[in-house]
């Protein structure tokens, strides 16, 4: 079974430019969320799609964070623009369903913002 | 906010020895979830405990919850070199809230 695939693996921008990072789930996963993790820290989720709908996007900072799940399989994670801040490793997950499922993890994109 | 504290923050062992780490948080669970990340991958899931649930054994991991005191602890049995990573714990509230990660124990495990 193929896992999740995430792209790039690696970003450099300039602060102020604009970054977009793309995730494609476990085939079957209802659900997907993009995260967040800070060096030294855990992860922190920034947004969790149910299909196409968006459940929870209470901790993404919608001034400059923008997802989409078209079609209820890939998703786009996009900032703009980049702060300083925002260096950081961006995870994506899946699961079969709800937030008790087991959440399979994307490789991740390591984002740095100079 | 992080849900999930776990101690010690680092831990640098032998191979072979015995590995244990702690998690404590703060609110009723609905489960908690052990991760383990090597450097610059993903994390793995490693073992889910219902609220309802004391203990669960997964090969070498051993999970114990404790939810009079809100604490769980992973050990790793026989560690090896390839245990080497941080380990994180994640809580799934009762209010099914998102899971919450805590800032990780970092395992090295000396040849």
């Known amino acids: 079974e193929a896992g999740v695939a995430q792209s790039p693996r690696y970003k450099i921008i300039e602060k102020r430019q604009s970054v977009a990072f793309w995730c494609n789930p476990i085939?079957?996963?209802?659900?997907l969320y993009w995260y967040q993790q800070i060096l030294g820290q855990g992860p922190k989720l920034l947004i969790q799609?149910?299909?196409?709908?968006?459940?929870?996007d209470s901790q993404l900072p919608k001034d400059r964070f923008s997802a989409e799940r078209l079609k209820g399989v890939d998703s786009t994670l996009k900032i703009q623009p980049a702060k300083l801040e925002d260096s950081a490793v961006y995870l994506c997950?899946?699961?079969?369903?709800?937030?008790?499922?087991?959440?399979?993890f994307g490789p991740g994109t390591r984002l740095t913002v100079l | 906010s992080q849900q999930g504290e776990e101690d010690p923050q680092a831990l640098s062992i032998q191979e072979g020895e015995n590995a244990t780490m702690n998690c404590s948080y703060k609110t009723s669970i609905n489960n908690l979830q052990w991760y383990r990340q090597n450097s610059g991958r993903g994390l793995v899931h490693l073992i889910l405990i219902r609220s309802n649930e004391r203990e669960k054994h997964s090969g070498r991991l051993r999970v114990t919850l404790d939810t009079s005191k809100k604490s769980s602890s992973l050990l790793i049995t026989a560690s090896r070199a390839a245990d080497t990573a941080s380990y994180f714990c994640a809580t799934v509230n009762s209010g099914n809230t998102p899971l919450v990660f805590g800032k990780g124990t970092r395992l090295s495990v000396i040849a």
């Open positions: 997950a899946s699961s079969l369903a709800t937030r008790t499922d087991t959440q399979y």
């Open positions: 085939s079957g996963h209802a659900t």
């Open positions: 799609f149910q299909n196409n709908g968006v459940v929870d």
